[in-house]
């Protein structure tokens, strides 16, 4: 069975010890990344990102090279291509979901 943690209670039961916000987000990415991603399915030689600040973390970077991942990031957001990438998410999501 799949269980979800919310986010907003980690970070309040979290930072009434002191952390910084950034630091309990980063503990809680990599958290998910290990326990959601990499125990439930195979092990990913690769993974594929945008360049959002929370994925190019000192913490995240070294998570990802103790499990000898390579991250790949897209290249920085273009307005022009909005339609084009709705149109791509729109593509691999339906792919996904019939995946899963």
């Known amino acids: 069975t799949y269980t979800h943690k919310c986010l907003n209670c980690q970070v309040v ?3 009434k010890n002191g952390l910084e916000h950034k630091k ?15 125990v439930n399915y195979e092990i990913s030689y690769e993974i594929l990102t945008d360049n959002s ?23 920085l957001y273009h307005s022009q291509m909005n339609r ?17």
């Open 13 to 15: 039961k979290e930072s």
């Open 24 to 38: 309990i987000i980063e503990k809680v990415m990599t958290k998910f990344l290990y326990n959601e991603i990499y």
């Open 53 to 75: 600040a929370n994925l190019v973390r000192e913490v995240i970077r070294h998570f990802i090279s103790q499990l000898q991942i390579r991250h790949y990031r897209t290249m």
């Open 84 to 100: 084009k990438m709705k149109y791509l998410n729109e593509i691999l999501n339906n792919i996904l979901m019939k995946y899963l």
